[in-house]
C-alpha cells in the first residue's frame, strides 16, 4: 500500500528518529490541529508546548530561541518556527522550520505541513506530514488523514487516522470514529470514547448520541461533560432528557445555556417551557429569537399564539416565516386558519402544499374539506396517502367512505388498522362489524378497548354484549330477598356509559335498579334519561310515577314521550283519558297508538278506540 510511506528507509537514515530526549520537538509537534467538523485550521498549540512563557513574555523567549536558532540550534529553530507561526508570522515561521526540518526534527516537519496547507499548498503539506507521521507524530498522522479524506481516499485516511488514535491522539481517534460512522463501520462507539475521555467535546456530545437508546444513564453524563464545556446542542439535548423526566428546572437552565449560546431549538424548547409555566410574554420573546434564526418550530408558534389572540394577520405573518423556514407546519397551520375563517379556497390551496411536501394530517384535512365539498373521488386518494403515511383518523376516515358505499369488507380492513392503533371510534366501529358477524368474542375485546378509550356508545354495547352472553340468573330462593343479587360487569358498564350521558344506558340502568326494587335510583335514571329527549326514558318515569299516584306528572312524561314517537305512552295516554271520561282525548291517543305501534299495541289501541266509540254512540 503506497500510502503507508516507506518507514524502514527513514528510520535506517538515523534522521527523524524517535529520540526520547526531545522535549522541545515532542511538545511543539502539538502544534498542529485539526476542526473537529470539518478541514484543518489554524494551529492551535498544548498548553505544554510553551512552558517557558509562563515566566517570560513570547518576546523574550522569541529573543532567547533566536539566538540559538541563527547559529543553527535545530530544537531553538523548531520551537522559533512555531512560535512564529502562531503568531501568524508564515513568512518568518517557514525558514526555522525548514531549517529545523532539514535536520531531522519532526515537529518541526509537522508544523511546516500546518504552515503550508495555511498558504494553500496541500500536496507539500501532506508530504512534510508524512515525513513526521512516519517518524511516529500522532498529529502529523491525524492530519494527513484529514488530507486523504477531504480528497475521497477513505482506506488511506483511515489507516492515518488509526495510526493517530492508537497512539492516544484525541483528534485521531475522533476523526476515525466520524470515518467509521460515516461507513457505517464497527468500532464506532470506542474511539468516540477514547476522544471524549481526553476531553474532546464534540466526541462526548457523538458518544452521548451512541448511547441514548441503549444506555440513557451513561449518555446523560456524557451530554452533561460535553454541555459543560460549551456543546450547545449537547446542552440542548440534555435539557430535553430532563424534560421528558420531568425536572423542568434543570432542564430549563440547559436551555438557557444552549440559546444564549445562539442554538435556535434551544431557545424554541425554552418557550415553550415559559409558556407551559405561565409566563406567556417571555415565551414570546424566546421563539422570536429562534424564528429570526431560522427555526420554524418558533415561528410555529409564535403564529398559534397571535391566533389565540385573535390578531389573525400577524399569526398569518409567522405562519409564512415558518413556511419559509422549510417547516410544512407552517402551511397546515395556516389553512386551519383560514378554515376557521371561512377562506375555503385558500384553506384548500395551503392544505394541497402541506400534504404535497408529505405532510400527513394536511393530506386528511384536504381529504376531508374535499368530502365535504361532494368530492369523494377526490378525497379518496388524499385519505389513503395520510393513512399509508401513518395518520390514524385518515385510515378511520376510509373506513367511513367505504361504509358509505356499502363496501363493508374494505371499511372494516381501515377500521381495524385505525383501531390497532388506538383509535377508540375505529374499535367501536370493528365491535359492532364483528357483533353483526356473529364473533362476540373478538367484538368484545374491540369493544372493551373502545369503551376503555372513553366511548360511552362502546360501553353500552359491551354491557350488552355481556348481558346477552351472561347465563341465566338463577331463580330466587325462597324467602331470599330480590335486591341480594350482586351487581354484573355488564351493569356497570352500563353504569359508565349512563354516566357520560348515554341515554339508552341510563334507562336500562334504570331498568335493572326497578327490577331490585331500587325505585329512588330507577327514577333518578329515568328522569336523566327523560330530560335528554329518551321517549322510553320518559315513558318509564311515567309509569313509576302513576305507580306512586302521580299521575298528573306521569301524563306528561307520557305525552312526552308519544308526541316523540312512543306508541306504549300513547296508548297509556289513552287509557288515562278513558278513565278521566274525556272520550274525545281518549280517541286520539288511541289513534296515533295505532299508527305508532308495535302490533300488540295497534291491537290493543284499536279494541280500546272501538269501545269509547261505542261509548260516544251511546
Known sequence: MGFMGDRSTLLETGRFVRAEAEPDAGAVEEAQTVNAQTALTDADFADEAFVEADAASDAELEARHRVAADKGDAGAMSVLGAL????????????????????????????????????????????????????????????????????????????WMRQAAESGHALGAYGLADLLEHRGDKGVERWFRAAAEQGHREAAYRLARHLRKGDPAEAEQWYRQAAARGHRRAALHLGALLEARGELKEAGRWYLTSAKQGEARAACALGFLLRDAGDEESAAAWWHRAAQDGDGNAANALGALHAARGETQTAERWYRA??????????????????????????????????????????????ILLLQGGDAAGAEPWFSKAAEAGSVDAAFNLGILFASRDE????????????????????????IALVRDGEERAAERHLRCAAGGGSAEAAFRLASLLESLAPA?????????????????????????????????????????????????AARWYREAAEAGSRNGAFNLGLLLAREGNEPE???????????????????????????????????????AMELGPAEVSERAARLRDALAEELSA
Open 84 to 159: 512564529l507561526l502562531r503568531r501568524g508570522d508564515l513568512a518568518g515561521a517557514e525558514p526555522y522550520l525548514r531549517g529545523a526540518t532539514a535536520e531531522g526534527d519532526r515537529a518541526a516537519a509537522n508544523n511546516l505541513g500546518v504552515l503550508l496547507h495555511q498558504r494553500g499548498y496541500p500536496d507539500e503539506a501532506a508530504g512534510w506530514w508524512r515525513v513526521a507521521a512516519v517518524a511516529g507524530s500522532a498529529p502529523a498522522a491525524h492530519a494527513l488523514g484529514r488530507h486523504y479524506r477531504e480528497r475521497g481516499d477513505e482506506p488511506a485516511a483511515e489507516y
Open 554 to 592: 306521569a301524563a306528561l312524561w307520557w305525552t312526552r314521550a308519544a308526541v316523540a314517537g312512543h306508541g306504549r305512552a300513547a296508548l297509556r295516554l289513552g287509557l288515562l283519558a278513558a278513565r278521566h271520561g274525556d272520550l274525545a282525548e281518549g280517541q286520539k291517543w288511541c289513534v296515533r
Open 408 to 431: 363493508d369488507r374494505t371499511a372494516l380492513k381501515w377500521y381495524e388498522r385505525a383501531a390497532s392503533a388506538g383509535h377508540t371510534d375505529a374499535a367501536l366501529q370493528v365491535g
Open 473 to 521: 340468573p338463577e331463580p330466587v330462593a325462597l324467602g331470599e330477598p330480590a335486591g341480594g343479587v350482586a351487581r354484573t360487569e355488564s351493569e356497570e358498564w352500563y353504569e359508565r356509559a349512563a354516566e357520560q350521558g348515554h341515554r339508552r344506558a341510563q334507562v336500562r340502568v334504570g331498568m335493572l335498579a326497578a327490577a331490585r326494587g331500587d325505585l329512588a335510583v
Open 322 to 367: 415558518a413556511m419559509d423556514a422549510g417547516d410544512q407546519n407552517g402551511a397546515y397551520n395556516l389553512a386551519l386558519l383560514c378554515a376557521a375563517q371561512e377562506r375555503t379556497a385558500q384553506a384548500e390551496q395551503w392544505y394541497r402544499r402541506a400534504a404535497y411536501a408529505g405532510h400527513r394530517e394536511a393530506a386528511n384535512a384536504l381529504a
